[in-house]
């Protein structure tokens, strides 16, 4: 294992649903990460913290709204998300966000938007 | 704007044969490089990079990737296949500017017993 957890593994939800989605890391790491994993796709990086600190927001659309309420600990809450949005989500960390990091990657939730 | 590339969407290879995964970059300043593996229902997990120094780079499970500037390729190699390195393999490069680090789209490497 990574030292990056996340909870649900997998999620179903329908487009009028609010849900979250949590990342833990355990590596004492001071950024994290979210990404968006879809088929025959790059990764798309969603959001970069640093500190607790967004420094990073590539165009996401707002039904995504990230939380990072401590160092160890990102939220990805969701609402009125479209069929589109199903993917599986990402999270990682690393000690940095410098250009030499590692990144450390959590399992994923798989989420299906109906 | 920094670009990872690549080509193969699917890569076969016998047991104990040599393998290679290719990886083009293209970037306006120093590239970093990283290759990262993706196991079924796992989340990424780092291999091997390239900051700066020896152009061939010594990773984890027996991977090496070289770093070709002049070629701008990082192809990751493994002289012997084993049926366990079945995954995808994701290439992705970093040159400090504002897009963060950039993923290519991954390559399936199917390892055939």
């Known amino acids: 294992e990574t030292g990056v957890t996340q909870t649900p593994r997998h999620l179903v939800m329908g487009m009028t649903n609010k849900k979250s989605l949590k990342c833990e890391q355990h590596?004492?790491?001071?950024?994290m990460y979210w990404y968006k994993q879809s088929a025959k796709k790059p990764l798309e990086l969603m959001f970069v913290?640093?500190?607790?600190?967004?420094?990073e927001n590539n165009s996401v659309p707002s039904r995504f709204s990230p939380e990072c309420p401590n160092s160890s600990h990102l939220f990805l809450h969701l609402h009125t998300l479209q069929p589109e949005d199903s993917a599986l989500y990402l999270c990682?960390?690393?000690?940095?966000?410098?250009?030499?990091?590692?990144?450390?990657f959590g399992p994923g939730t798989r989420l299906l938007v109906l | 704007a920094q670009s990872v590339a690549q080509p193969e969407d699917q890569v076969n290879v016998a047991e104990g044969n040599p393998l290679t995964v290719k990886c083009t970059y293209s970037?306006?300043?120093?590239?970093?490089l990283f290759w990262y593996v993706q196991y079924p229902n796992r989340g990424l997990q780092f291999l091997l990079k390239?900051?700066?120094?020896?152009?061939l780079v010594k990773g984890s499970y027996g991977f090496e990737a070289e770093f070709n500037k002049s070629q701008t390729s990082f192809h990751l190699k493994k002289p012997s296949a084993l049926v366990s390195d079945s995954a995808l393999y994701f290439c992705?490069?970093?040159?400090?500017?504002?897009?963060?680090?950039?993923f290519g789209t991954g390559t399936k490497l199917q390892v055939i017993p």
């Open positions: 990682a960390s690393s000690q940095e966000t410098g250009v030499q990091e590692t990144q450390y």
């Open positions: 590596l004492g790491h001071n950024a």
């Open positions: 913290y640093s500190l607790e600190e967004r420094v």
């Open positions: 970037v306006s300043g120093n590239p970093y």
């Open positions: 390239y900051i700066t120094g020896d152009n």
């Open positions: 992705a490069v970093d040159s400090g500017g504002y897009q963060k680090v950039t």
